[in-house]
T-cell receptor, first 114, second 113 residues
Framework: SAVISQKPSRDICQRGTSLTIQCQVD?????MFWYRQQPGQSLTLIAT?????????ESGFVIDKFPISRPNLTFSTLTVSNMSPEDSSIYLC???????????FGPGTRLTVT | ELKVEQNPLFLSMQEGKNYTIYCNYSTTSDRLYWYRQDPGKSLESLFV?????AVKQEGRLMASLDTKARLSTLHITAAVHDLSATYFCAVDITQGGSEKLVFGKGTKLTVNP
């Protein structure tokens, strides 16, 4: 199984600023994803982080707001840009092991925008 | 648009009882995932069901998949308090050449002594 770590675990940010969340997987994985989860709600996929190419964004999410990098098979970053209180949420990194179809989740980053 | 519907969304049950959580989905898929989430925690993988008729069991939980009916069930046997958590099903779909999970809304399970 893959172990995923995220930094920071939580942050409180001012409106209009940006925050970059880092995701590290302890093994090489073919697919990495970024999800958002509002408290008490389900998970919504933001984008698939593609290694060596631009991320694939879901409807309602755009690159200017949520730029994503994935420089190698174990690491990805998500930036939440020009934040507003509506961006307050938990952001989860996820990775899939295609061999066994297991998909794992990181511990999440709890973001509060004031 | 793919819909993944779980029911019930809230379930309060007594210890020792049995119950089933249902997950219906609206498109063709051969893979379905079940996760558990405790308050303030991330998602823990419970089961990955990879084909029609797949059945997996771990302790008091058993999951099954019927791809023809587009239905998965998570059966709880003789519930204990430690099973209190939110359970999500997620359907694996391929869209635009890439695979992704689409989640249900979750079932919040409370097991009372």
């Amino acid at each position: 199984s893959a172990v995923i770590s995220q930094k920071p675990s939580r942050d409180i940010c001012q409106r209009g600023t940006s925050l970059t969340i880092q995701c590290q997987v302890d093994s090489q994985v073919t697919m990495m994803f970024w999800y958002r989860q509002q408290p008490g709600q389900s998970l919504t996929l933001i984008a698939t982080a593609n290694q060596g190419s631009e991320a694939t964004y879901e409807s309602g999410f755009v690159i200017d707001k949520f730029p994503i990098s994935r420089p190698n098979l174990t690491f990805s970053t998500l930036t939440v840009s020009n934040m507003s209180p509506e961006d307050s949420s938990i952001y989860l990194c996820s990775a899939r092991d295609r061999t066994y179809y297991e998909q794992y989740f990181g511990p999440g980053t709890r973001l509060t925008v004031t | 648009e793919l819909k993944v519907e779980q029911n019930p969304l809230f379930l309060s049950m007594q210890e020792g009882k049995n119950y089933t959580i249902y997950c219906n989905y609206s498109t063709t898929s051969d893979r379905l995932y079940w996760y558990r989430q405790d308050p303030g925690k991330s998602l823990e993988s419970l089961f990955v069901l990879l084909s029609n008729g797949a059945v997996k069991q771990e302790g008091r939980l058993m999951a099954s998949l019927d791809t023809k009916a587009r239905l998965s069930t998570l059966h709880i046997t003789a519930a204990v308090h430690d099973l209190s958590a939110t359970y999500f099903c997620a359907v694996d779909i391929t869209q635009g050449g890439s695979e992704k999970l689409v989640f249900g809304k979750g079932t919040k399970l409370t097991v009372n002594p």
